[in-house]
């Protein structure tokens, strides 16, 4: 189980937070969880946080933070520590446009060397992060490829007559 936690990382589709931590001070916890050691543990919370650019929240309380922060924390926790395998459950919804396309940009970033499996219903997000797109309709898969793949197939848009 050690192992298990030390290579995956979970985000949730609503933010399981504690609202009495601070961002810096959930980091710590997780990164006591996924066995970092102490001496690395402040380097890699510094790290995070300005990839996401989160260094003025540092001594925030998640409770009082904003939905988009506490969303990127979330993400945070999730890509932390090196997770080889990492589940985003619609990592930006509830963010304004701007958060949501550096969000992209970090991730982007951050899938080299791991496994990323993300839901999402923006379908731009499935395109810009998406190496192979599923499609699901009522809990049925319906079709699964590349998002060129699955343009030539379908067209552009869900009203294209082609």
């Known amino acids: 189980m050690i192992e298990v936690r030390k290579d995956l ?36 919370i510094d790290r995070m946080l300005s990839a996401f650019n989160l260094q003025e929240n540092y001594h925030t309380l998640s409770g009082s933070a904003s939905g ?9 926790l999730a890509l932390m520590a090196g997770s080889k395998v990492v589940i985003l459950d619609e990592p930006s919804s509830g963010m304004d446009p701007v958060s949501r396309r550096a969000t992209w940009d970090i991730l982007q970033h951050y899938k080299h060397n791991r496994t990323i499996l993300l839901t999402t219903h923006y379908m731009d997000e499935a395109d810009v992060l998406g190496d192979r797109v599923a499609i699901m309709v009522r809990g049925t898969l319906h079709c699964c490829g590349s998002s060129v793949f699955l343009k030539q197939i379908y067209g552009l848009t869900p009203f294209d007559p082609s």
């Open 68 to 76: 988009g922060v506490r969303r990127k924390l979330s993400i945070v």
């Open 9 to 44: 990382g979970f985000c949730p589709q609503h933010d399981l937070l504690f609202d009495d931590l601070t961002l810096s001070e959930h980091l710590f916890f997780y990164c006591m969880v996924k066995g970092i050691p102490q001496n690395i543990n402040c380097e890699e």
